[in-house]
Each structure stands twice: as structure tokens, then as C-alpha cells.
């Protein structure tokens, strides 16, 4: 049954008959009365029955029936091709000790080989490496970006070994959420980089979660879609891989750890995706060589004991892994991605920022208002820092003009002692030179004295 759904109030159009005016007002309430179905060939007729609305006073909305076809059942397809047409962008952490086999997985999880530069287990640090590649499958084009933690797990501290993939997961979601508050913004056309899905590889010890684990999958739980997966599952027995799945959600589940759980709301795969939570962490097995098994090849990794191939589930869970985060709920991580982790950074940032939904007597807030009363926070918080720092500044020159006349009641003192000094010293040496002064005239009067006593001689002078 068709039915659109118009804005209470709204008159329907009258349906125009042949028949005389005297019966129109009862034809109206025939019609009025009757439910509108359709057809095998899309067309509505009357169908005879209680009126169905599932509006209400409430949504202010009430179902109507339609005479004919619209093509507004299009919209699917309209979308399915711009869909098509745009491509579609997909975004995989890859978070692992080295050596555990991510980029092989990667490389065999799409069928081809990514350009990736081995890794040294000496880095001083976690380094994130991003790289985008276009792919394309029949006429669906797929942008993906593999993002790989490389050192991670490698460092003889790693008290912080998740900080740099938390701060990078955070960046994303700041770039995305600074192109949404841009005035003129171009989401269209923005290259989407937030983390759909971020693969935790877990190392096939057999026996627990490391430390390191727990702590960086509680960590991301909350920024991120976790899958956690068994890598290099073929290196340990059926029986031990069994308890280790079972050893690894019960130590999620003390934890507090939240992955990822495949959708079940939707009635065409709840079934499957109810099935497969029960296989999580996936035991995994990647490789890009081609063994011949009878008449045909296989991806498989080949050992002198035997063959473990790659898309055999009797072999391991890949097959199961691709067809959960691939062919089935792709879709499903990116909305969880934007719907859940992003919404809830958005929050967050948001109420860092000063935004709210309800004002103090709550009230709903617009943006405007939101905004007016963050600016006049905002002025008032700039007042009080401008008299704080008047109030700062005054005492700051108080203090100053007190040191600068304690200097300069230093100096005055220094000055007069040194005047002082200057007057006594000046005084000492006029009373020298005045006393050398006395001596001179006393030297010079004896010698006057006793040149005349010598002239008075006169067998002195005789000899002369």
C-alpha cells in the first residue's frame, strides 16, 4: 500500500464525478471513508475498510492514499546511482605488535598488493602511516585508506604506546568537524579519513591479552569500530585456538572493553551477523601465494607438513572476516562511525566550546542564542581578566615606584656621604699645603738668614 503524508490542515482535492450535484456532499464522505490500496500494476482503488492513520495529533501528520502513481518509488534507485557515481570511501586501522602480518593480511583481504616498506622493530616511537588507494569492482570505485601502527608494541616502555593512535583518531574527527563549522563547507566533496574500522591483531600466544592490549583496545573502544582478530591463527592447534577465543572475550568482558558487534536490527542478516558475534576474535590467515590444490589454484600458505589455505573455514576465519566487514556491513561501520564515535566527539567538543541544547530553565537554545550568550560569557570573562590585570598592573607599579625610592634614598645617602668625604678630604689636603706652604716660606726665610750671615764673613769673602 502506497500512502504519502502531508501537514494537518491541508484540504484534499475533491474528487470530481459525473453524477448530479445533489450527491456530491455523500460522495465526499464515501470517500472520506475509504482507504486507498494499490494494485497489481500500481495504481490506487478503494478498498472498502476502516481508515488507517498512523499519524496523530502528536507528529501533527495523518497518512493519505494516493489515486495514481507519483515515481517517488525511484528514490532508491536515484540513489543507488549517485551512490555509484560519486564511489565510496572506506577507512582501516590496522593496530598490531610488527611482524604479525597486517599488511599480508590487508594485501589478501582485497586481492591485491598494497605498497608496503618493511618495518624495523628499532623505533624509537609509534608512528602512524597512511596511505589512500583508489580501487575499483565492476563499476563500484572504492577510496581506501589503510592506516598502519608501525612500531607499535616495539618499545621496551609502553606505558604510552596508544597515545599517538588516540591522538591521530582524535585529529580526524577535529578535521572533519572543522570542515562542518566552516561558513562555506564542501562535504560533498570532502575526502572522509575517520577510522571505519580499526583491526586489532592479537598475538597467537594461546594463552591471554597482553597488558598492552587491554589498555589500547579500552582506550579506542570509544573512538573506533574494534574487530579483534587471531593473526597468524595457523601457528597453533584447533583445540588451543578454541579456548584462546574463549580466554580473550572473557578478559574483554572483566575489562570493560567494547568491540564491535554486527548488526542485528536488520531481519535479512541478523541471522548471519547474530551467528558470526559468536565467532569473534576471528583466527586468521593471510597470503598472496597460489597453491595448486587438484585442478585449481588457492591462496594458501604452504608448509612441509601440509597446506593451510586462506579461504577454507575449515582452515581458519578469514572467509568469515571479509564477508562481515566487506561484503555485509560495510555500510554498517561507517554509520556507526559518523552516527556513534564522531557524535560523540562532536559532543564533547561542543560542550568544551560552550554549546548547549538548554539554556538554565531548560529551555531549548538556538545556535544565535547559544552564541550570544557564550559571547557575553566570553566579554564578561574578558572584563574580569582586563581588572585583574589593571588591578596586577597597579600593584606591579606600586611596587616599582617603592624600589625605585628606596634606590633613590640609597643613592642620596651614598651621594652625601661621598660629598661629605670629598668636603674632608679637600679640607685635609688645604691644611697640607698649607702647611707645606708655612714650611716653604720657613726654608726660604733660613736660607735668606743664612745667606746674609755668610755675606757678613769676611775671610770668606777674602777667599772668594
Same mark, same amino acid.
Given at each position: !500500500?502506497?500512502?504519502?503524508?502531508?501537514?494537518?490542515?491541508?484540504?484534499?482535492?475533491?474528487?470530481?464525478?459525473?453524477?448530479?450535484?445533489?450527491?456530491?456532499?455523500?460522495?465526499?464522505?464515501?470517500?472520506?471513508?475509504?482507504?486507498?490500496?494499490?494494485?497489481?500494476?500500481?495504481?490506487?482503488?478503494?478498498?472498502?475498510?476502516?481508515?488507517?492513520?498512523?499519524? #496523530?495529533?502528536?507528529?501533527?501528520?495523518?497518512?493519505?492514499?494516493?489515486?495514481?502513481?507519483?515515481?517517488?518509488?525511484?528514490?532508491?534507485?536515484?540513489?543507488? %546511482?549517485?551512490?555509484?557515481?560519486? #564511489?565510496?570511501?572506506?577507512?582501516?586501522?590496522?593496530?598490531?605488535?610488527?611482524?604479525?602480518?597486517?599488511?599480508?593480511?590487508?594485501?589478501?583481504?582485497?586481492?591485491?598488493?598494497?605498497?608496503?616498506?618493511?618495518?624495523?622493530?628499532?623505533?624509537?616511537?609509534?608512528?602512524?602511516?597512511?596511505?589512500?588507494?583508489?580501487?575499483?569492482?565492476? %563499476?563500484?570505485?572504492?577510496?581506501?585508506?589503510?592506516?598502519?601502527?608501525?612500531?607499535?608494541?616495539?618499545?621496551?616502555?609502553?606505558?604510552?604506546?596508544?597515545?599517538?593512535?588516540?591522538?591521530?583518531?582524535?585529529?580526524?574527527?577535529?578535521?572533519?568537524?572543522?570542515?562542518?563549522?566552516?561558513?562555506?563547507?564542501?562535504?560533498?566533496?570532502?575526502?572522509?579519513?575517520?577510522?571505519?574500522?580499526?583491526?586489532?591483531?592479537?598475538?597467537?600466544?594461546?594463552?591471554?591479552?597482553?597488558?598492552?592490549?587491554?589498555?589500547?583496545?579500552?582506550?579506542?573502544?570509544?573512538?573506533?569500530?574494534?574487530?579483534?582478530?587471531?593473526?597468524?591463527?595457523?601457528?597453533?592447534?584447533?583445540?588451543?585456538?578454541?579456548?584462546?577465543?574463549?580466554?580473550?572475550?572473557?578478559?574483554?568482558?572483566? %575489562?570493560?572493553?567494547?568491540?564491535?558487534?554486527?548488526?542485528?536490527?536488520?531481519?535479512?542478516?541478523?541471522?548471519? %551477523?547474530?551467528? !558470526?558475534? #559468536?565467532?569473534?576474535?576471528?583466527?586468521?590467515?593471510?597470503?598472496?601465494?597460489?597453491?595448486?590444490?587438484?585442478?585449481?589454484?588457492?591462496?594458501?600458505?604452504?608448509?612441509?607438513?601440509?597446506?593451510?589455505?586462506?579461504?577454507?573455514?575449515?582452515?581458519?576465519?578469514?572467509?568469515?572476516?571479509?564477508?562481515?566487514?566487506?561484503?555485509?556491513?560495510?555500510?554498517?561501520?561507517?554509520?556507526?562511525?559518523?552516527?556513534?564515535?564522531?557524535?560523540?566527539?562532536?559532543?564533547?567538543?561542543?560542550?568544551?566550546? #560552550?554549546?548547549?541544547?538548554?539554556?538554565?530553565?531548560?529551555?531549548?537554545?538556538?545556535?544565535?542564542?547559544?552564541?550570544?550568550?557564550?559571547?557575553?560569557?566570553?566579554?564578561?570573562?574578558?572584563?574580569?581578566?582586563?581588572?585583574?590585570?589593571?588591578?596586577?598592573?597597579?600593584?606591579?607599579?606600586?611596587?616599582?615606584?617603592?624600589?625605585?625610592?628606596?634606590?633613590?634614598?640609597?643613592?642620596?645617602?651614598?651621594?652625601?656621604?661621598?660629598?661629605?668625604?670629598?668636603?674632608?678630604?679637600?679640607?685635609?689636603?688645604?691644611?697640607?699645603?698649607?702647611?707645606?706652604?708655612?714650611?716653604?716660606?720657613?726654608?726660604?726665610?733660613?736660607?735668606?738668614?743664612?745667606?746674609?750671615?755668610?755675606?757678613?764673613?769676611?775671610?770668606?769673602?777674602?777667599?772668594?
Amino acid at each position: !500500500m502506497e500512502s504519502v503524508t502531508a501537514t494537518e490542515g491541508v484540504a484534499l482535492e475533491q474528487v470530481g464525478t459525473e453524477e448530479t450535484s445533489s450527491h456530491n456532499e455523500e460522495k465526499d464522505a464515501e470517500l472520506a471513508e475509504m482507504t486507498m490500496t494499490q494494485d497489481g500494476e500500481g495504481y490506487a482503488h478503494r478498498d472498502n475498510g476502516p481508515p488507517q492513520q498512523n499519524g #496523530g495529533p502528536e507528529d501533527g501528520t495523518r497518512d493519505l492514499s494516493l489515486t495514481g502513481q507519483v515515481g517517488f518509488d525511484s528514490l532508491p534507485d536515484q540513489l543507488v %546511482n549517485k551512490s555509484v557515481t560519486k #564511489g565510496f570511501a572506506f577507512n582501516i586501522l590496522c593496530v598490531g605488535e610488527t611482524g604479525l602480518g597486517k599488511s599480508t593480511l590487508m594485501d589478501t583481504l582485497f586481492n591485491t598488493r598494497f605498497e608496503n616498506a618493511p618495518a624495523s622493530h628499532d623505533l624509537p616511537g609509534v608512528n602512524l602511516a597512511s596511505t589512500t588507494y583508489e580501487l575499483q569492482e565492476s %563499476n563500484v570505485k572504492l577510496k581506501l585508506t589503510v592506516v598502519n601502527t608501525v612500531g607499535f608494541g616495539d618499545q621496551i616502555n609502553k606505558e604510552e604506546s596508544y597515545k599517538p593512535i588516540v591522538d591521530y583518531i582524535d585529529q580526524e574527527f577535529e578535521n572533519y568537524l572543522q570542515e562542518e563549522l566552516k561558513i562555506k563547507r564542501s562535504i560533498q566533496d570532502y575526502h572522509d579519513t575517520r577510522i571505519h574500522s580499526c583491526l586489532y591483531f592479537i598475538s597467537p600466544t594461546g594463552h591471554s591479552l597482553k597488558s598492552l592490549d587491554l589498555v589500547t583496545m579500552k582506550k579506542l573502544d570509544s573512538k573506533v569500530n574494534i574487530i579483534p582478530v587471531i593473526a597468524k591463527a595457523d601457528t597453533i592447534s584447533k583445540s588451543e585456538l578454541h579456548k584462546f577465543k574463549i580466554k580473550i572475550m572473557s578478559e574483554l568482558v572483566a %575489562n570493560g572493553v567494547q568491540i564491535y558487534q554486527f548488526p542485528t536490527d536488520d531481519e535479512t542478516v541478523s541471522e548471519l %551477523n547474530s551467528t !558470526m558475534n #559468536g565467532h569473534l576474535p576471528f583466527a586468521v590467515v593471510g597470503s598472496t601465494e597460489e597453491v595448486k590444490m587438484g585442478n585449481k589454484l588457492v591462496r594458501a600458505r604452504q608448509y612441509p607438513w601440509g597446506v593451510v589455505q586462506v579461504e577454507n573455514e575449515n582452515h581458519c576465519d578469514f572467509v568469515k572476516l571479509r564477508e562481515m566487514m566487506v561484503r555485509t556491513n560495510m555500510e554498517d561501520l561507517i554509520e556507526q562511525t559518523h552516527g556513534s564515535h564522531y557524535e560523540l566527539y562532536r559532543r564533547c567538543k561542543l560542550e568544551e566550546m #560552550g554549546f548547549v541544547d538548554n539554556s538554565p530553565d531548560n529551555k531549548p537554545l538556538s545556535l544565535q542564542e547559544t552564541y550570544a550568550v557564550k559571547r557575553k560569557e566570553h566579554q564578561s570573562s574578558l572584563q574580569k581578566k582586563e581588572d585583574e590585570m589593571r588591578q596586577l598592573f597597579v600593584l606591579k607599579v606600586k611596587d616599582k615606584e617603592g624600589q625605585l625610592k628606596t634606590m633613590e634614598k640609597e643613592l642620596h645617602e651614598k651621594f652625601d656621604k661621598l660629598k661629605k668625604d670629598h668636603a674632608e678630604e679637600k679640607k685635609r689636603l688645604d691644611d697640607e699645603r698649607r702647611r707645606l706652604d708655612e714650611e716653604v716660606d720657613s726654608f726660604n726665610q733660613r736660607k735668606k738668614q743664612f745667606n746674609e750671615e755668610m755675606a757678613t764673613l769676611p775671610g770668606k769673602n777674602k777667599k772668594k
